[in-house]
């Protein structure tokens, strides 16, 4: 897909998509800001296109400063989610300010899911594939895994389960996506995230279909139905599931 052409239609879409929806990010912010009269915006470091860092901007849905506890994930009972941001969680909600990082130019509509840099730092040579690409408010794995929190909900370490049962999909997913993106992809993901906002099954079935129809993997086919459950799996680049 053109560069340009790309960067254009994300910030038209961004620009809009910001006016359109500032009443419920507007009550959003308010309700969250209520709570614990602390700042409704979550800003943080995350990996950029290349390598580099840029401050990605979502709408709080834990208690002010959860990041300084170190975990970087986040499992459907952690006791740092409030309780506005349980709701704000459950829907994606928090991710639509991410309209604001389109604008800029440092996210895309559609890529992979933007990381935290300590995770970057234990990419593999393949997953570094993932930084040739912006990141994106949503892509294969933001339907496939939508329900994130619940699968690492009672891990007594939620990082390293992360990293065993959701990564390796995840950066394959990414890596895949990466190397085939065009606009009719982008569009059909867009439009599966918002399928997967009323039905998950139907959002999971387009998943795999999609992958399927471009020529994936029988396994990513497979992961992304979510009909079985999750085993420790390794990353691209790895020979075995990470140990911690």
Known sequence: MNALLKAALDRLAAGLGLLLLSPLLGTLLFLVWRQDRQSPFYVAE?????????????????????????????????????????????????ELSQLWNVLRGDMSL???????MAE???????ERGLLAVKPGITDFSSSVFADEGEILR???????????????WKS?????????????????????????????RRALDGVSALLARMGAPADLVEIARRQRPLEPAAVPGMAAPFTQ
């Open 46 to 94: 995350r990996a950029a296109r290349g390598g580099g860092t840029f401050r990605m901007v979502k709408i709080r849905s834990m208690v002010a400063n959860a990041d300084r506890s170190g975990v970087a994930s986040t499992s459907g009972d952690d006791r740092r989610i409030t309780p506005v941001g349980a709701f704000i969680r459950r829907w994606k909600i928090d």
């Open 172 to 200: 394959r997913l990414g890596l895949f996506y990466a190397a085939r993106a065009n606009l009719a992809v982008d569009l059909m993901l867009i439009g599966l995230a918002l399928v997967r906002i009323v039905s998950a």
């Open 110 to 116: 559609v890529g992979p899911r933007p990381q935290v």
């Open 120 to 126: 970057v730092a234990t990419y593999t040579a393949q």
């Open 154 to 168: 009672g891990a007594a370490d939620a990082d390293l389960e992360y990293r065993r049962l959701i990564r390796p």
